[in-house]
């Protein structure tokens, strides 16, 4: 009978397959250690963090919940830092943007109380996701430039990475696209250094929307397919859900709709899967469309009006406009 590891051995092994990004051993590891990871605020965040790396938002949103009281109590205020930046990713994926905003400014508040500038940088990254979803531009513009140059001070290589990817977002959203792809590009160099190839596919599937823009759907299809078998072999379901919606699109912009059908159905059911609101959202936006193309006018409206009321519920106002406006013509036209 092999010997269960010691607390210590437990905690090294987690910090080792982290530092690797083997999120999915991380999580089946503390998944059979369950009483370790309630009572030890290291291990507690660390299989909140494996579940969020991994397409599971529900489950790291309810487990912060179940733990953070413990994490409090034990007084390592690192951890309860960290905790309270991953509740807040993780409502930030369902649909909870309120509470998601004011767990950040929990974070941020004992991050500037504790001098851990990397966390009030991630806090601050995170609060710029955030209003650029609910439309916010300037001000999502105004948090990144915050976040990146204590990342660029700290050397955090996925920091940079994340908010390049995030800010090449919002200048893609105003028109700005070659200053957006400069910025996926860094982010995809950033990604390198840091060894997080997920996070690189990310930014390709940014490269391939920017492709999108400039009317190029053969290179936005090719981008975005690698990049959702990049993401899918890193196990992140989400953001495949992402790759698949941008090639979806690109099938429709090049006229093959049963091609766009395909990757576009995958899509919305991964969406739906992994709980994850925006991503579901565009994707069923992005399926309306190719329904539409396809002469698929009840499928188009059925999954438009799904589309608003998710945008409705994430407060995305240019977004649930934009979709209210093209249901109603839909209706108009029937």
């Given at each position: ?14 910090r080792q397959l982290s530092a ?235 006229g093959d709709i049963s091609a ?57 106002a240019e977004a649930r406009e ?13």
């Amino acid at each position: 009978m092999i010997a269960a590891p010691s607390s210590d051995d437990l905690q090294a092994l987690v910090r080792q397959l982290s530092a690797a990004g083997a999120w999915a051993d991380v999580r089946s590891l503390l998944g059979s250690h369950g009483g370790e990871a309630r009572s030890q605020p290291e291990l507690a965040t660390a299989w909140a963090e494996s579940h969020l790396r991994t397409g599971n938002p529900r489950d790291a949103h309810g487990w912060l919940n179940e733990t953070l009281t413990t994490i409090e109590r034990s007084g390592d205020r690192a951890q309860l830092r960290r905790a309270l930046n991953l509740l807040g990713v993780a409502s930030t994926e369902l649909g909870a943007l309120d509470d998601a905003e004011a767990t950040f400014d929990r974070a941020a508040q004992l991050g500037w109380t504790d001098g851990d500038e990397l966390l009030v940088a991630r806090a601050t990254n995170n609060l710029a996701a955030i209003a650029h979803v609910r439309g916010r531009h300037d001000v999502a513009l105004a948090l990144y430039a915050l976040a990146l140059p204590v990342y660029q001070r700290l050397g955090s290589a996925r920091g940079l990475a994340e908010s390049y990817h995030n800010l090449a977002i919002t200048l893609r959203e105003q028109g700005h696209l070659d200053r957006a792809d400069e910025c996926e590009q860094r982010a995809i160099e950033y990604a390198r250094d840091a060894a997080t190839p997920a996070l690189a596919a990310m930014a390709r599937v940014g490269r391939a929307e920017i492709h999108l823009r400039r009317d190029d759907a053969l290179m936005a299809e090719a981008t975005a397919r690698v990049a959702a078998q990049e993401l899918a072999q890193a196990g992140d379901p989400i953001r495949e859900a992402d790759a698949l919606r941008v090639a979806g699109i690109a099938c429709v912009r090049r006229g093959d709709i049963s091609a766009a059908r395909l990757s576009l159905d995958r899509a919305v059911s991964l969406g739906r899967a992994h709980g994850h609101m925006l991503i579901q959202a565009e994707c069923l936006r992005a399926r309306a469309d190719a329904a539409a193309a396809g002469g698929d006018t009840r499928g188009a409206r059925a999954d438009l009006q799904e589309a608003v009321e998710l945008f409705t519920r994430l407060g995305a106002a240019e977004a649930r406009e934009e979709a209210e406006g093209r249901l109603k013509a839909m209706r108009n036209e029937a």
